[in-house]
């Protein structure tokens, strides 16, 4: 066995890819700090992401890892079902932890997304933004994630919850509520992922999630 093929060089390989391909959700938010107006907020929202699947499709090991992921699920009608369902017991958890229970704490958020009152800007968001987000999100916190992550976290459990953790851990500048929600989304979304052996069908949530959210 080369040093190449040790396995925790390869765990480090793959934490490495990961924190590359993640850095740009992470960092965004500073930009989201520093921004005064929507249009400067989109554009650091989509050029973040769209940067991330540069980077993703641009590299052969992300790309070769991600390869696949998007196929067609294995039972369509089951699949739409169960998106529907994950769709809406994120959206019920989005309102326990933000309105039903009082977890956040104002000191916390750093960050709120602007009004969108020019009806382009909205629209933008609501249709390519969203699908965007759910997009990119998706190919990397699920898809990538879920190939990556198997030789750190072999079992099933343990990655879901690595991941589902990574993943509300790029939303830090909203606020507890907002990781809070993150990471059962995060749970649920690679549930669904792995149930339906598709990253449509979680796109489809997160992006239903989102609508709920901004609409």
Same mark, same amino acid.
């Given at each position: 066995m080369?040093?190449?093929?040790?396995?925790?060089?390869?765990?480090?390989?793959?934490?490495a890819l990961l924190g590359l391909v993640s850095a740009p959700f992470f960092l965004n938010d500073f930009a989201f700090m520093a921004t005064?107006?929507?249009?400067?907020?989109l554009a650091a929202?989509?050029?973040?992401?769209?940067?991330? *699947?540069?980077?993703? %499709?641009?590299?052969?090991?992300?790309?070769?890892?991600?390869?696949g992921t998007a196929v067609l699920p294995r039972a369509p009608l089951e699949s739409v079902v169960l998106t529907a369902v994950c769709a809406a017991f994120v959206i019920a958890a989005d309102w326990l932890l933000r309105s039903a229970v009082?977890?956040?704490?104002?000191? *916390?958020?750093l960050f709120k997304y602007p009004s969108l009152d020019s009806p382009i800007l909205y629209w933008t968001d609501i249709t390519f933004g969203l699908a965007l987000t759910a997009a990119s999100e998706e190919l990397v916190f699920r898809g990538l994630f879920a190939r990556l992550m198997a030789r750190?976290?072999?079992?099933?459990?343990?990655?879901?919850?690595?991941?589902?953790?990574?993943?509300?851990?790029?939303?830090?500048?909203?606020?507890?509520?907002?990781?809070?929600?993150? %990471?059962?989304?995060?749970?649920?979304?690679m549930a669904l992922?792995?149930?339906t052996g598709s990253l449509w069908p979680p796109m489809a949530a997160h992006y239903l999630v989102n609508l709920w959210d901004f609409v």
């Open positions: 080369t040093h190449s093929d040790n396995p925790g060089s390869l765990i480090q390989k793959d934490l005064e107006t929507a249009t400067a907020w929202d989509y050029g973040s992401k769209i940067l991330a *699947l540069a980077l993703l %499709f641009g590299l052969a090991p992300l790309r070769q890892a991600v390869a009082d977890i956040e704490i104002a000191a *916390l958020v750190a976290f072999p079992g099933a459990a343990a990655m879901a919850v690595a991941s589902a953790a990574f993943f509300a851990l790029i939303h830090w500048s909203l606020g507890v509520a907002s990781l809070a929600v993150a %990471f059962v989304a995060g749970l649920a979304l992922y792995r149930r």
